[in-house]
């Protein structure tokens, strides 16, 4: 797997570089001395999984991650803010303490889990998002999204029973997702074709989907032509 | 008392106002009840008589005031019962015997050696019980008045001494990003430049021992401070690399002076931490001490900006320091955070100069 590694310090940089010549693994794509540049190089390199220090100056790791469209897999690096890494609800994502460990970084690499296979090559379309609100952070797998919902110009995503708001419209995101999965179902809401359970027809030619979690969602007649060539029904 | 608070200074004078109006006003009522009392059966002098109580007055309002002195400076109120009351028992008795000895003086002096009073040694007996009488009394409403005051004073004393343990434990406590960044960047350090590796686990070593030492009442030699502030900033320049530029502007004269311990390390940790890690090109560092007549000026500047720069984090620091001044030097030390032109920041503590324990 591919690597950039982002921190403020040089000699962090260089510790981390030392440390993962005994994981042949991992080649070091690159490396960042600050939110910005990161933003650039990940755009550039399309690297597997980042190792991100939270404490930068101009932009912390948590921005970083909400300013990127696709989010590879990601290993914090830092000497004290485990405890904003705990708060993390869903997916939790790994964390390094400073000074690093050898072992730790070998559990750390051992668990990562690579997100689906079509990213990580800068595919077309969204494999991952990290999402903050308020307090509380997720790395969101898209497959485990079972709705979207357009609140003006945010989306709320729905997965388990999170439904926290990120700043991106609903019509943007819909162009970075995969079609096979994800249906425009109405004007404001997207739906996970894999989390239906149940269509009915609804008077006026459209349909009723009702969802995994109980939910029906109307799709709206010239939806429902799409959806009907979709599924043969 | 260094560490009078303005609440303690407060008190005090809550405390003054009260007592002299009490003093003054039932020593001349029990006076002029006791000149009627003997008027009747005094074949002398009115006039004589009248001196003779205003004597009395004026000895008893003066002996009780040092007594009170006394109690204070000796701490007996804040003794335990059974090391307070034999004290107290025994000191009316000793003033009431100054007293007696007193009016007998004042007798001598206005009426010659014939006089009746002198010659009577009863009647001297009874001046002396009736004199302990008052004193026990003048006592007990002593005793019952400071009974609060005695609570509060102690309450107060053991706030005080809480807090300096609290703003102790702050003060000393190394941040911890300053310390695993560090111990991180010296591990670093280890294989590219290896001196230079142990160069730093001696100044991180330093740095340890000074704060260890730390004690909120203590000052230390300004050169002393220097020192530990030229380690620190040795060590966050191996994590900084070039973002951060440090410069010393110190007077000579000023080397001995003494300052509060970790006063200036608060001061540029704050400038690192709120300055220089948010700029991502960096910034500098400027420490500068000068003496004047009776205090010396330790100031810290730095780049940064003043608004993003003071989060309630660094209120909160410049509050303990302030307050902790305030321990140290009561009013006459000052502490202020102010912007310096565009993109400077600058914190300025005034110290006096004088030798505080």
């Known amino acids: 797997m591919r690597a950039l590694i982002v921190d403020d310090e040089r000699l962090a940089r260089v510790e981390l570089r030392r440390l993962l ?40 790791g948590f921005e970083l991650l909400e300013r990127l469209d696709d989010v590879p897999a990601v290993i914090f690096t830092t000497a004290y803010d485990e405890f904003a890494i705990k708060a993390f609800e869903v997916n939790a994502i790994d964390y390094l303490l400073k000074p690093i460990a050898p072992e730790r970084l070998a559990a750390a690499l051992a668990r990562v889990k690579l997100p689906a296979p079509a990213s990580g090559t800068a595919g077309p379309h969204l494999a991952q998002i990290f999402v903050r609100d308020g307090d509380r952070c997720w790395m969101v797998r898209l497959a485990d999204v079972f709705l979207i919902e357009s609140e003006g110009n945010y989306a709320r995503l729905c997965f388990g029973t999170e439904r926290p708001l990120i700043r991106r419209s609903l019509n943007a995101l819909e162009e970075r997702l995969d079609p096979v999965t994800f249906f425009r179902a ?25 969802l995994r979690d109980g939910r029906a969602v109307e799709v709206s007649r010239r939806q429902a032509a799409r959806l009907r060539d979709q599924f043969g029904y | 008392m260094t560490g009078e608070s303005p609440d303690d200074a407060a008190r005090r004078n809550r405390r003054a106002r009260f007592y002299w109006p009490v003093q003054i006003g039932a020593w001349t009522a029990y006076s002029v009840i006791g000149f009627f009392a003997a008027s009747s059966r005094y074949q002398g002098s009115r006039t004589d008589l009248a001196a003779g109580y205003a004597c009395y007055a004026v000895y008893s309002i003066a002996l009780t005031d040092s007594l009170r002195r006394e109690i204070r400076r000796r701490g007996w109120r804040t003794m335990r019962p059974g090391k307070m009351w034999p004290r107290l028992l025994a000191s009316v008795f000793a003033v009431s015997a100054v007293q007696t000895v007193l009016i007998v003086i004042v007798n001598l002096a206005f009426a010659g050696r014939q006089s009746p009073f002198v010659e009577d040694k009863i009647q001297i007996a009874f001046v002396f019980l009736g004199t302990s009488g008052a004193m026990a009394m003048w006592m007990i409403y002593y005793v019952m008045f400071t009974a609060r005051w005695a609570r509060d004073e102690q309450q107060a004393q053991l706030k005080l001494a809480l807090r300096e343990a609290q703003l102790r434990a702050l003060e000393a406590q190394i941040n911890p990003h300053f310390l695993f960044n560090g111990l991180n960047s010296i591990r670093g350090l280890v294989i590219e430049n290896p001196a230079r590796a142990q160069d730093m686990i001696t100044r991180l070593s330093n740095i340890l021992r000074h704060n260890l030492r730390h004690d909120v009442r203590h000052t230390v030699p300004l050169s002393s401070e220097i020192g530990a502030v030229t380690d620190y900033l040795a060590l966050e320049g191996v994590r900084f690399d070039e973002r951060l530029r440090v410069r010393f502007e110190v007077d000579p004269a000023a080397a001995d002076v003494k300052v509060p311990s970790l006063l200036l390390q608060t001061l540029v940790e704050n400038a690192v931490k709120h300055g220089i890690a948010r700029l991502p090109a960096g910034g500098d560092v400027v420490i500068r001490a000068s003496l004047l007549a009776h205090s010396v000026v330790v100031e810290v500047e730095n780049s940064g900006g003043l608004t993003e720069a003071a989060p309630e984090a660094t209120q909160v620091g410049l509050a303990n320091t302030r307050e902790r001044l305030r321990i140290l030097y009561g009013g006459r030390a000052t502490l202020s955070l102010a912007a310096r032109g565009v993109g400077r920041v600058a914190a300025t503590a005034i110290i006096p100069v004088t030798a505080t324990t």
Request: hydrophobic share 45%; aromatic share 2%; charged share 20%.
């Open chain 1, 186 to 210: 109405n004007r404001t809401q997207i739906i996970n074709m894999r989390a239906i359970q149940r269509i009915d027809g609804s008077v006026g030619g459209g349909l009723v989907a009702t």
């Open chain 1, 21 to 60: 010549t005994r994981h042949p693994e991992v080649q070091i794509a690159g490396e960042s001395a600050s939110g910005e540049d990161a933003v650039a190089e990940i755009a550039k390199l399309a690297p597997d999984i980042l190792f991100l220090d939270i404490q930068m100056p101009g932009m912390t």
